[in-house]
């Protein structure tokens, strides 16, 4: 007992030896006291739904979504990991607790005898032994609060990148709502095009116009027409890539309502500081710095000394029925103390780099609060912008539409050139195709709002 006393007596006094405590770096962050950009001046504004996609009002879009999020490759990754995560601390909680183990060992041997003669012998020994270490100065919990830190950052990855996946449904949809508009637009252009080439052949013909009028229509009509092929062209490659979201294979994708038909939420984006409880992504950056400072505080705590205690019983016969009833017993009882004496620095410079990993994660953390605001900020003002340009867009196109009358009658009348009416329709064609670029974008704005606050994200346990 003495020597044990003494034992534990040097084991404090190594103790000192802890290497201290590196503070980690001092803050640069700072949060806006409010968002420089209104929010959308639609309706009162509400609070973000975790299923927010479904204030667009589009059946087939909710549909969408909800097969992203059930069968996505990345989403499915994400939950293996987390499976992995989770195995992770029952590996670092083990280490809190007894560790026993059995074995049996047979043996047959053949040797000479005092008189010459062989002698063959069996012999059986069996044993028990359990070990215990106790977690003098935290080391082995610290380990399990790292594992289950880096559990819950791994929690709010996935749900980081089931939002990410929600908001890239949300945004290729409408984006192929816009390309469908675009085409129908492009197609109802042409039938005109083609009645105003119809009608300059005809004028032509009788030798009331020129070749030159004719070959004006004909080249706005191709031009009309090779825009075709490039919208059917765009539309089946994000056809494409948003089955490979859906986790299918490439293929149409079925549509219900059209681009006008979808209604613009209204969102209530709340103050600047409320963003870093909304975040799944700000989340998993905190808790990185939680699990960097529990690993820091094992690299630290390597320094200290650690006892284990140990126990064995065990039995030696001749054969296993004389072990299993009334072999010899064999028992023993023991402690030991470890404590590093020298190491060359190595576990000191193992604690520095785990320093200089909870630093990084403490940078990591301020970067992705500042890319944060920026997004909010970004998708904020491309609410409020792009309504401002949809507007004018449909001034615009109203405008070019009452021009492109006027110069159709002008030249049907003989008042004017085909030039004129050539002018106007190309004007009127760019105004009808603005307006549906801009309302496409102005509504992926809002996917892209929604993103930025979070999407309704709550904090898993």
């Not at 009002?57 to 909710?62: C, I, S, V």
């Not at 074995?103 to 005898?113: E, H, K, L, N, S």
């Not at 009509?221 to 825009?227: E, K, P, S």
């Not at 979201?245 to 103050?271: E, N």
């Amino acid at each position: 007992m003495r020597r044990f006393l003494a034992c534990m007596a040097g084991a404090l006094l190594l103790a000192g030896c802890r290497i201290p405590v590196q503070d980690p770096p001092a803050s640069t962050l700072a949060v806006p006291p409010a968002w420089r950009a209104d929010a959308p001046a639609v309706g009162p504004g509400a609070a973000v739904e975790q299923q927010w996609w479904q204030a667009f009002g589009d059946a087939e879009l909710d549909r969408i979504v909800a097969l992203a999020l059930r069968n996505n490759t990345d989403l499915r990754t994400a939950a293996s990991r987390l499976q992995e995560f989770q195995a992770r601390i029952r590996v670092a909680a083990s280490g809190q607790q007894p560790n026993v183990t059995v074995g049996v060992t047979p043996q047959r041997a053949r040797a000479i005898g005092p008189f010459g003669t062989p002698i063959e012998t069996t012999a059986v020994q069996g044993n028990l032994q359990a070990s215990y270490e106790l977690d003098l100065f935290g080391r082995l919990e610290n380990t399990t609060r790292a594992a289950r830190f880096d559990y819950a950052a791994q929690q709010a990855l996935a749900d980081a990148t089931a939002l990410s996946v929600a908001a890239n449904a949300a945004s290729g949809y409408l984006n192929l709502r816009g390309l469908d508009a675009q085409l129908a637009l492009a197609r109802q252009t042409l039938e005109s095009r083609q009645r105003s080439l119809d009608l300059a052949r005809r004028q032509f013909e009788v030798g009331y116009s020129s070749r030159l009028e004719l070959a004006q229509a004909e080249a706005e009509y191709r031009t009309t027409a090779g825009v075709v092929p490039q919208l059917e062209r765009a539309i089946t490659q994000q056809e494409n890539a948003l089955a490979l979201l859906l986790g299918a294979s490439p293929g149409p994708i079925a549509r219900v309502s059209t681009l006008d038909a979808l209604k613009a939420p209204a969102i209530q984006p709340g103050l600047p500081s409320e963003l870093l409880r909304r975040r799944p992504d700000i989340a998993q950056a905190e808790r990185a710095i939680a699990a960097a400072d529990a690993s820091l505080a094992v690299a630290r705590d390597q320094m200290l000394p650690s006892l284990r205690l140990t126990a064995s019983a065990g039995g030696y016969a001749h054969s296993l029925p004389d072990l299993l009833g009334s072999g010899t017993g064999l028992w023993s009882v023991g402690a030991s103390v470890l404590a590093p004496l020298f190491d060359a620095g190595r576990l000191r410079a193992q604690a520095e780099i785990s320093a200089s990993l909870r630093d990084r994660s403490v940078f990591a953390y301020e970067a992705v609060v500042r890319n944060a605001f920026a997004e909010t900020e970004n998708a904020l003002s491309a609410t409020q912008r792009l309504r401002e340009q949809l507007d004018q867009a449909e001034g615009r196109r109203v405008a070019t539409a009452e021009a492109l009358r006027i110069a159709h009658n002008r030249y049907r009348n003989g008042y004017s050139s085909y030039l004129e009416e050539l002018d106007a329709q190309r004007n009127s064609f760019s105004a009808e195709t603005s307006v549906l670029q801009l309302r496409a974008s102005w509504l992926q704005a809002h996917v892209d709002l929604y993103r930025a606050l979070g999407g309704g994200w709550n904090a898993t346990p």
